[in-house]
């Protein structure tokens, strides 16, 4: 069973960059597709990034052209770098496999992990 866990949280200023990572067990990581999503306080947790197993990368519009995904498939490991990091973005920050439907990007495992805190400052 996939158990993600994500580390690299932490608190930054406004501009900062900052890079997420997931390590996921399992032997067919390669074949996942992963992604992150984030909750913000008092918000509904939201999409905010996939990589498929093809390469193919998508992301929510309020991080297109400042948040990467990637993977080190050899080290079970998908990352988020982020930059031009905005208070916006303050959230605890979640990684899993993702699987489409109903129109969007689900977690595929019957449960979180326990994420990992940005906080950006103004």
């Known amino acids: 069973q996939v158990r993600p866990v994500e580390s690299g949280g932490g608190l930054v200023q406004a501009g900062d960059s900052m890079r997420l990572s997931c390590a996921a067990s399992?032997?067919?990581?390669?074949?996942?597709?992963m992604g992150w999503f984030r909750q913000a306080p008092g918000k509904e947790r939201e999409f905010v990034a996939v990589?498929?197993?093809?390469?193919?990368?998508s992301y929510a519009d309020f991080v297109k052209g400042r948040f990467t995904i990637s993977r080190d498939n050899a080290k079970n490991t998908v990352y988020l770098q982020m930059n031009s990091l905005k208070p916006e973005d303050t959230a605890v920050y979640y990684c899993?496999?993702?699987?489409?439907?109903?129109?969007?990007?689900?977690?595929?495992?019957?449960?979180w992990g326990q994420g990992t805190l940005v906080t950006v400052s103004s």
């Open positions: 899993s496999v993702v699987v489409w439907y109903g129109s969007s990007w689900h977690n595929a495992l019957d449960a």
């Open positions: 399992g032997r067919l990581f390669s074949t996942y597709a």
């Open positions: 990589l498929r197993w093809t390469g193919i990368t």
